[in-house]
């Protein structure tokens, strides 16, 4: 009943844009803050944005000025617009609702999408 599920992920190359989705189920998007984390091969999964009920915003450095985050309260659904990509931006991309604690913590997001891979070629 509650779920989350990415779509938009693909390959693109460098400079190039991408967006990607978020579909929200049941309770998820009640919560004040949603946001997009990141893992890559080897690498821990990582904050890149997250954007509150009412439209605050806040971004990873490696990211601001190229993505932006956004969300439509009543669609319950979660945005990332991604532009200037870099091959380094390549991961699998995570949609998750915040419960409580620092919204740059992975561990105060209590719900988690399955993922959709961004690679991005040079």
């Known amino acids: 009943q509650e779920q989350l599920v990415e779509s938009g992920g693909g390959l693109v190359q460098a400079g190039g844009s991408l967006r990607l989705s978020c579909a929200a189920s049941?309770?998820?998007?009640?919560?004040?803050?949603m946001g997009w984390f990141r893992q890559a091969p080897g690498k821990e999964r990582e904050f890149v944005a997250t954007v509150g009920w009412g439209g605050s915003t806040y971004y990873a450095e490696v990211v601001k000025g190229r993505f932006t985050i956004s969300r439509d309260n009543a669609k319950t659904t979660l945005y990332l617009q991604m532009s200037s990509l870099k091959p380094g931006d390549s991961a699998v991309y995570y949609c998750a609702a915040h419960g409580s604690g620092s919204v740059y913590l992975r561990s105060s997001y209590v719900y988690w999408g399955q993922g959709t891979q961004v690679t991005v070629s040079s």
């Open positions: 049941g309770r998820t998007f009640n919560g004040n803050f």
